[in-house]
Each structure stands twice: as C-alpha cells, then as structure tokens.
C-alpha cells in the first residue's frame, strides 16, 4: 500500500521564487536605486497611494495556504490588477527593470507552458488508460497546480531575464542585454553579467554535444544558446520527470509504510473539520439568501397560519389535551446530588462550539476563581437553549455546526448510526430497561427563532427522532417540555417559535401540569430562548405575554430563576428590594455556547421586568471589556468581513457610475498651494455631486435608495426624526468618500495620459511592442514559436494577443477614456461601453471597498458606543469566537441551588488529536464515551492553551429552597 504523497511543491516553488527575487533585488538594485532614484515625486506618490490602496485591499487575504477558494483568487486578481498599473509609470525605468518585456515574457511562457503540459497529461492519461504505467498514474492533477506550476516557471524566466538578459551566447559573444539599462562598468551588470555567463558557460558549444541536445537546445542550424528558453525548457522537463517518477517509479509505490506508520501519519496530518464562523456581512454567500428567504417565508405564511406546536400537541391527543407522557419527563427526581448544565446558541463557529462542548464532555472541571478552584462534576443533564445551527437550520448546518463538535467532544456509542430514525424514543443502550436505569448524561433541546426559519422541520428531524446528540441520549419527543428533578426542582422548557410567546395548546399543558403536580413549596426554573426580560426593556415594547401570565398568576412566586439564551453574552439581573414582590428571583442570559459574541454594556445596569427592578449582578464580558472590543468596527470590519467587498464596491460603483469619465480636470492640480489645491478639490467633488443630482438617473437613484435603506437600517428604537438624522449623515459620508475616490482615480489616470503613458497604441499596445522585439530579444533557435502556431491554427499567437489585452486594463480603460472625451458617449458601441465600465469597476472596487468597510465600521461603532444601537449588527460583523461560557448548576442536599458560570476567554484556533483519547479508543472500543477519563477526541495545539486549563469562574450563586437569596461570590465585571 502506498503512502500519500504531500504535493508542497507549488507553494515552495513560490517561496523560493520570491526568496531569490529578494536576494537579487537586496544584492545589486539597492545601489542601483540609490545612484538613480527618480526626482519626480509626483510619480512616486502616485506608485506609493497605489500599492498602499493594493496593500489595504488585500490585507484580509495574505497568510492564506495556496488553495482553490475566493482568497486565493483575491490575491492573484490583485496581483494582476497591481502589476498593470506599475508597468505604466516610469518609476523602474532608473532602476533598470524594463516591465515591459518582462511582461511580455511572462505571457509568452506562461501560455507555452499551459499548452506543453496539458498536451503531456492527456499523452500520461492515455498511457495509463491503456495500461502502460502504473495505476496510480490515473489521479488526475489539479488544474490549478498546473496553473500555479506554469505561473512559477514564467515567473521565475522573468526574473533570469531581469538579471541576466537572454542574449544568446557563443564561444566570441559578450553576454548580457541589448537594450540593458545599466552602463559598462558599473557595479552591477559586473557581478550579473559574470555569475549568469559562468553558468551558462557550463553548457558548452553545440559541437560539444549530440544531435539531439543540439536540436533540442540549440536548433537545427545554430550555435547559439537562448539562455531563456533553455532555461524554460529544463523547468518543464524537471516537471515532466518529476511527474513521471512520482506517479509511476517513485520512492512511495516501491518502498510502501506499514500499517502502522501510515495510520501514525494520518493522525499527525489529519485536522478536525470545523467550519469558520458565519460570515454575516457576506454579499457572495448562498446560505445568507436563503436564510433571508427563509424567513420572509415563515414570517409571512406559516406565522398565524401553521404551527408545528400545534400540531405537535394534535398528534398526541385531542384538541382537550396532550399526552403528558410525550412533555413531562420525571426521570431524574430520585436522584440525590444531581448537576445540569445550561448553554445556548451553539451551531457557529467549530473552534468555539466543540471548546463548550469540550467543557461540557469533562468528567470535572477545575473551576479558578481569584483565590482557589472548585472541582465541579459533569452535568447529568445538558439543557441546549436553542439556535442550534447558523444562519440557518438545515441537514446541513445542523450536522456541521452542530452536532460534529459535539460528537468529536463526546463521541456516541459506537452501534449508533448516523442516518438512523428514532421511532420508539427512548433508544436505551442493551441491558438498560429504563430511562431511571440509564446512569449516562442526557440532553433536552429547546428551538430558538433560526430552528424556525424552516417552520421546524430540520429541529424534529434532528432532535425529536434522534437519540443521540455524541453521547448524550436525548429521550425528548416534542420542541417543548417538562422536567421533574430531585428536591421539588423543576425545569420548563418552553417553545416560544417566532412569536416570542407560548401558543394556547402549551399554556394548557403547562398551566394543567402546575395545577396537577406542581406542589406550593416546588421551584420552578423556566428556560426560553429568547430573554424577554432584556429585549423588552431594551426595546421598549412588551412581549411573552402568556408566558407573563404563566409565571405570575399560575406559578405565583415559586419562579425562582429564567434562564435563557439568543443573547450571545452573560449577564444575571437579580432582585432589588421594593415595593413590588418579586415574581422572579433571578434573571440569567447565557448564550455564549458557540456562536458571535454580543456586547454587554448596551442593556444598562438596572432594568425593569416584571413589574419590579432588577440590578445587574453579573456581565461577561464586563462593561469596558464590551465597549473596548466594539473598536474593532473600524479597525478590522474588513479583515472580519472581505466577503462584504462585494456589496460594498457595487454600492459604490452605482453612486459614481453616471460621473465616469471626468474629462476636465487639468485646472485641479493647477495651483501651486495646498490651500489652493484643497480648494479646488473640494469644488470638484461639488461640481460631481451637482451633476449627479441635476443631470444623473443612475447615480442619483442608486443615491436615493441608500438613504431610504439607510434610515431604515437605523433600529426603531430611537424617534424617527433621529433615524433620519442618523441616515442622512450615514450616507453623506459615504457619498462623500466615494467621489473623492473617484476623483482622485481620474486624477491618476488624466496625469497618465497627459505625459503619454497610457493611450499612445490603442488597445493591443503591449502586443504589438512585443512583437516589434520578439524576434531580437527571444531569440527560438529551433523554431517552436512558428511550431506551436501552425499546430494550434494561429490559436496560440491569438491566445497571447488577448491574454495581454485582457491583463492591460489600465490601457483599454485610457484608450476608452480619451475617445469618450474627444468623441461622447455616442461613439462607443454597447460592447465598449461595456468593456469601459468593466475596466472602471475592476479599479474602482479596489479603492472602494477599504473605504467602505471603514465608512460602514466607524458607523456601526459610533452607534453602539454612544448611542447603543445595533447590538447585534456591530457584534456579528466581528466574528468573535472568544468569551464562551456555560451554566453549571448543582442541587444540594438540603434543596439550595448552587449556580457556576465557567468561562474561556479565548478559543484555540488549531487542535491535535489528544494522545490520551486514541489510547483508551483502541484499549476500550466499546466502551462509552462518557465512562472514559479523556472521552475528548482534539485537544489545544501546544502553542494555545486547552480551554480545560484556562476555565474559569465568573458568576457563583446560590438560590435558597426558602425564597430567600444568597449571594456567596458575586463576580461582578472583573473580566
């Protein structure tokens, strides 16, 4: 059996490339640079502004791996884009980089090099179909390695010719470049010209060699040598018998690893397959169309119309009543010293849900609190407080989001199948007859608003007929519940859909169930997704109103604690003595189990619920923690959020779409004076916005559409004369920032054509300089050029032709430009007019969307810090994966309900497979997971911390059976 090979190669290629690019440039051009730095700063502040504008774009894409995705991409389309504009200006010229030719090989190369290796993999492919190599020839190779491969030999042909030129030499020629830059006698072309023709000098006369190697190298008729083309040619010949050997004689087919060492190599290379976190502000991601759709589509045909609560309690009874086998669950009330957990919103990002689940799986903790550490014991139940996947539910997101990490954190028994429908729940393991038997963690799952987006379907599927969430049984038949635990302890769990509210076939269950079983002294917890107690105040408008009248006229005070989730922070509100009596004790958000983190100091520190006060005992993380990570908007919105380049450089192409060209603005940069040059900058971007109001359909309506959007993006809870306040100056920065780019662009390109560097040979310009001098400084010695076009049908010379057209955008947009200028609009065809604005946009969007995100970051961060608005729109767009945290609670012997908050602040980003764990799997392969001291599968790479080490105790209570509360060791904000 053969091992896999690790294919590295184009990664390091490109590597080593830019490492010898470095050394050449560090070696000979510095002093080069020096001796002839161009004076003109002009020139150089425009080089400088754009490759700073390059560099800003591309920031969020540097330091990813070399792979077939957006990033990847990104960066070569940058690259592209950045090179045709450098290649215009005159700024390398002094330094002897002649970008012209350089180019004009790179195309060369880089097609020849496409045609010579897709003609040698379909020969190899054909070979193996007929069984002439090995078998393992029929992997086919990626054609992105291709790409990338001929990218790096071109690359690697352009920077010989930069140093050593592709003179051809003979016994009596001198070596170097025709047209070189550099002077006889200088520094550099000394060391150059000496290295390159010591080396090639290795190669010999033609006649030195045989008939083969002088036709193949030298021609048919010549005694030349063309250093670059030979150079080309080894490069594919190393490839081809790299290729050859390693599919078909290589080290790994004839010297194959044992069992063993591969199965070593497997655990060592594997990783676990954990998803990024949701990208909100993606304008290229299906998953957030659909989820938008979605819920357009619950909202506005199943909300009043279907529920599946409804027809949860239909399926169990009649229209008088459910059976109450199918809701209540009084399992767990003979047990005597009983611990649970509670967490919420999960389905995010991998790296945060399985730290939770992680936390979750431990058979204990070691809880650190300032002064000591409490050893705390896994929770015999696990309560999930809904949204447990994003953005939304789906087989999809539920299997990757959510239950992945839970089953690589606590791994499910192993007859557990994956596609199995539970019919008859409870699914108990062989030799246990009853859930009271059954000495394992069990879990009970409430939906939140995202489970809903598809009216429920996924959540039933998923959880009502599954049985196993990793390993944790789950015996939980409907979306709503009931359970019964030791010491008069109760728990509801309570399915409030869309409405943020009970249904009247679940108040009927529970109000029934409280009147039957729930005894005067019982405590009750209720547990809902959404914290209404929070929302409410905050948003000013009451909601829950069944679930009100639940608690305060059918519980009556014996409400001890709401807990909830959908609110992606910590915080508890407990009681303040007052007039009014309590209805609930204490108030407890939680929904740190995985997903984006949400501030904290927007909800102030006291708020009114139920009709009394409550004060804010705990917050994680603290009030200045929360206000100081919301700085994040304007530094990294777009580093969080490149997906958002889409929406943004589209939003600004349309407001300055109607404007391009700006013919007139020589008189800009006229004046001599910094005062004066503001001044005239500041008339032309008037005299822009002017025209787009008076003169403009496009611009001024993509214009009007953004305020309306805008005013209506602020949240009702300000007045509406704020929101358009708030609107209006959201989109006049905007505005404003998107025609100075767009006249600082057109300054750019007018200075360009002013002093003929662009629009001077139309729009093949770069095609036809190269073949001015092709045949003077490529010399081809055995005529493959001529070859290769005959064969190809003239394809090959077009290929290149247009190739060059397409990469000189700079050019086609100038040439456009100034034919607009001279003639009107009205002499461009529809297709010029197409390929302009195109060549327009592709610019455009790289000045635009730094300044976008930065307009739209500043924006969210102003409001969240000063006018608390947009909690959850200035939260999402950070993708914070740290500060998780869940629930532990414990029922004491005497009845109290002791309360642990454990926490992480940050979240390991990369997980080896823990040593610990792989032992006890192959000593103990039956074994339940939950029975194994490392039942954990991944643990913290060593150069992060495992969140089993780092957790931590940030909120510890204790709610006495008598009423009375008693705080033992409050944290209060000292995160």
Known sequence: MAAAYPHNHSRHAV?????????????????????????????????TC???????????????????????????????LLVAALYHLPNFQPMGVDMRMNLSLFFTTFISS??????????????????????????RPK???????????????????????????????????????????????????????????????????????????????????????????????????????????GWALTHPLSAEEIERLKDEQRKPKFLDMVPWYSGTSADLFKTAFDLLVSVTVFMGRFDMRMMQAAMNGTRDGAKQEDFLYDHFRE??????????????????????????AQPSLDGRTKDSSIKLPRGDLLLIGGDLAYPYPSPDTYEKRFFYPFEEALRPPSWYKEEHIAINKPELPVGVSDLKQYDGPQCFVIPGNHDWFDGLQTFMR????????????MPQKKSYFALQLPKGWWVFGLDLALHSDIDSYQFKFFSELISDK??????????????????????????????SHLIRDHLVGRCKLRIAGDLHHYMRHSYVQSENPAVVQHLLVNGCGGAFLHPTHVFGNLIEAHDATYETKAAYPSFLDSRGIAWGNILKFRKKNWQFDFIGGSIYFILTFSMFPLCKLDHILQDDTISGLVKNLVSAIWDAFMYMVGESYVSSIGALILLVAAILFVPPKVSKKKRIIIGVLHVSAHLLSALGLMLLMELCVQSCISNNLLATSGYHSLYNWYRTVESEHFPDPTGLWARIEQWTFGLYPACIKYLMSAFDVPEVMAVTRTKICKNGMVSLSRGGAVIYYASVFLYFSVLSTPAVSLVFGSYLYFCINWLHLHFDEAFSSLRIANYKSFTRFHIKEDGDLEVFTLAVDKVPKKWKVDSHWQNESREQEHQLSHERQYPSKWIANPLDRDPVEMVQIVDHFVIQKDEAVENVAVAENHH
């Open 15 to 47: 590597i080593m490339v830019v490492v010898g690019c470095l050394f050449f440039i560090s070696s000979d051009s510095i002093y080069t640079l020096i001796q002839k730095l161009d004076n003109n700063m002009k020139w150089w502040l425009m080089t």
């Open 50 to 80: 754009l490759v700073g504008f390059f560099y800003i774009f591309a920031s969020p894409f540097w330091g990813k791996t070399i792979t077939p995705n957006y990033s990847n991409f990104s960066i070569w389309y940058i690259i592209c």
């Open 114 to 139: 496409i045609f010579i290796l897709t003609v040698f993999h379909l020969i190899f492919l054909g070979l193996w179909y007929i069984r002439l190599v090995s078998p393992a020839a029929g992997r």
């Open 143 to 249: 054609i992105l390695t291709i790409l990338q491969n001929c990218t790096v030999i071109s690359i690697a042909c352009c920077v010989f010719y930069s140093m050593c030129g592709n003179y051809a030499l003979n016994e009596s020629s001198t070596f170097g470049r025709k047209d070189s830059l550099w002077k006889t006698g200088e520094r550099s072309e000394l060391l150059v010209k000496d290295e390159c023709k010591s080396w090639f000098a290795q190669v010999g006369p033609a006649r030195d060699h045989s008939l083969l190697f002088k036709w193949t190298v030298f021609g048919e008729s010549s005694d030349e040598l063309s250093p670059i083309y030979t150079l080309w040619a080894t490069f594919i010949g190393l490839y081809i018998a790299n290729f050859v050997v390693e599919r078909s004689t």
């Open 335 to 360: 047990k005597d010293d009983f611990w649970f957990d509670f967490v919420a919103d999960t389905g995010d990002g991998g790296n945060s849900s399985y730290s939770v689940a992680r936390l979750l």
């Open 462 to 473: 998923y959880i009502c007929h599954k049985s196993w969430l990793g390993g944790w049984l």
């Open 518 to 547: 729930v005894k005067e002294n019982d405590s009750v917890i209720v547990m809902t997704h959404a914290p209404n107690w929070i929302l409410d105040y905050y948003w000013n408008e009451p909601s829950g109103k069944n679930v």
